[in-house]
């Protein structure tokens, strides 16, 4: 998503780490950081109970608003859910 995002950006801009590997699991150039600059840590399971929650929040969403979940786990700070695609495409503008 982020090379398509960001067609200007090379292959070995933006690379993928294997499972279990240490750091990032995106690690981005000096050119990629620059236009995406966060730190990518990624997770796939086959279910996670925030999908429930953010399926309210989309229906939930008035007016074209984009759908935001605010998660809080206790003495945790709030964590932001949004469609990665929105995120990565807003974060090309």
């Not at 690690?27 to 996670?48: C, D, G, I, M, N």
């Not at 399926?55 to 008035?62: F, I, P």
């Amino acid at each position: 998503m982020i090379l398509e995002t960001f067609p200007f950006l090379h292959q070995d801009d933006v690379k993928s780490t294997s499972m279990g590997a240490q750091g990032e699991d995106v690690q981005l150039s000096p050119a990629a950081r620059k236009h995406f600059p966060f730190s990518v840590e990624a997770k796939s399971y086959a279910t996670f109970a925030v999908y429930k929650h953010y399926e309210q929040a989309k229906a939930n969403a008035k007016d074209g608003c984009e759908p935001l979940l605010i998660i809080k786990g206790n003495r945790k700070k709030p964590l932001a859910v949004v469609d990665a695609e929105w995120f990565i495409r807003v974060g090309g503008e």
